[in-house]
């Protein structure tokens, strides 16, 4: 499977979506809080990054959006004292709401510790974004919105790539908007 077969079969009404949901949470001033694990994770930094350091402070897109894999310490206490499977769960708990969105990234839709995270916005009521590969895993049933990659399994860089991407289209439509 190739890179450009793959970016060719993106939805663009998925991704439409996505930005639709981005600018309600943007009006109403709700946060997106974004997860992943090793690579997924440094995506989800990345759209932090790109959303807060990039558009945010030029005025662009005000946004308030959490990557919860970037605090090693609060991680790795979860992680040690209560179990790995609940890192963001349990830093959902007491802040999310129902107009927030939960942002998940998972080539394989099935790690506990997004799955967890996932079931506890479904009890709140919040949006769940789902990025996933392979088959999908169980993220893809559970998510509101499904930005789905299909690859046979263990295809994580091409995964990987296209989370990326799609980061990069909604952030290059925006800088273009100016």
Same mark, same amino acid.
């Given at each position: 499977?190739?890179? =450009?077969?793959? %970016? !060719?079969?993106?939805? +663009?009404?998925?991704?439409?979506?996505?930005?639709?949901?981005? +600018?309600?949470?943007?009006?109403?001033? =709700?946060?997106?809080?974004?997860?992943? !694990?090793?690579?997924?994770?440094?995506?989800? &930094?990345?759209?932090? !990054?790109?959303?807060? /350091?990039? %558009?945010?402070?030029? @005025?662009?897109?005000?946004?308030?959006?959490?990557?919860?894999?970037?605090?090693?310490?609060?991680?790795?206490?979860?992680?040690?004292?209560?179990?790995? +499977?609940?890192?963001?769960?349990?830093?959902?708990?007491?802040?999310?709401?129902?107009?927030?969105?939960?942002?998940? #990234?998972?080539?394989?839709?099935?790690?506990? =510790?997004?799955?967890? /995270?996932?079931?506890? /916005?479904?009890?709140? @009521?919040?949006?769940?974004?789902?990025?996933?590969?392979?088959?999908?895993?169980?993220?893809?049933? %559970?998510?509101? #919105?499904?930005?789905?990659?299909?690859?046979? /399994?263990?295809?994580?860089?091409?995964? +990987?790539?296209?989370?990326?991407?799609?980061?990069?289209?909604?952030? &290059?439509?925006?800088?273009?908007?100016?």
């Amino acid at each position: 499977m190739k890179l =450009n077969q793959l %970016l !060719n079969a993106v939805d +663009e009404n998925i991704v439409a979506d996505i930005v639709d949901k981005f +600018e309600q949470v943007a009006k109403t001033k =709700n946060t997106i809080y974004i997860i992943g !694990n090793g690579g997924s994770a440094a995506t989800a &930094s990345h759209w932090t !990054n790109d959303f807060s /350091a990039g %558009l945010k402070r030029r @005025g662009i897109l005000s946004i308030d959006i959490k990557s919860l894999a970037d605090n090693v310490p609060v991680c790795t206490a979860i992680a040690n004292d209560i179990g790995y +499977e609940n890192i963001f769960k349990l830093q959902l708990q007491d802040i999310l709401t129902k107009d927030d969105i939960v942002f998940a #990234i998972s080539c394989s839709g099935t790690s506990p =510790n997004i799955i967890n /995270a996932v079931k506890y /916005a479904r009890e709140v @009521g919040a949006t769940i974004i789902g990025a996933t590969g392979f088959d999908g895993g169980e993220l893809m049933k %559970l998510s509101d #919105i499904k930005f789905h990659v299909q690859t046979p /399994a263990g295809e994580y860089g091409l995964v +990987e790539d296209v989370h990326m991407i799609l980061d990069h289209i909604i952030y &290059s439509y925006y800088m273009q908007k100016v």
